[in-house]
Nanobody, 121 residues
């Protein structure tokens, strides 16, 4: 059994900052890529940022220079620091991880339950 638990969402004014956290727990052998996605009302889920186990990052153009993704491999945790937030950043943010589990060893893609970020104008 593996799960991702997100925290850190909430209501913030435009121009403000929030930090999201996502911790993976369970029968984990290794976590490869971790990432954050978001889904706004009436829109499809989109990639916000991703990071490999080696620290390589990838960002959506809309969040470059404002958001920073990082991870603590020892804690199986990924973070998303969001600065200069805009109303269009309002969405449910989902954590995602590609991992190898134990008992038995197998590849698994896991999603968190989502955390709501609301940016007021």
């Amino acid at each position: 059994q593996v799960q991702l638990v997100e925290s850190g969402g909430g209501l913030v004014q435009a121009g403000g900052s929030l930090r999201l956290s996502c911790a993976a727990s369970g029968s984990i052998f290794n976590i490869n890529a971790m990432g954050w996605y978001r889904q706004a009302p009436g829109k499809q889920r989109e990639l916000v940022a991703a990071i490999t186990s080696g620290g390589s990052t990838n960002y959506a153009d809309s969040v470059k220079d404002r958001f920073t993704i990082s991870r603590d491999n020892a804690k199986n945790t990924v973070y998303l620091q969001m600065n200069s937030l805009k109303p269009e950043d309002t969405a449910v943010y989902y954590c995602n991880a590609d991992m190898i589990t134990t008992g038995p060893y197998r590849y698994l893609e896991v999603w968190g339950q989502g955390t709501l970020v609301t940016v007021s104008s």
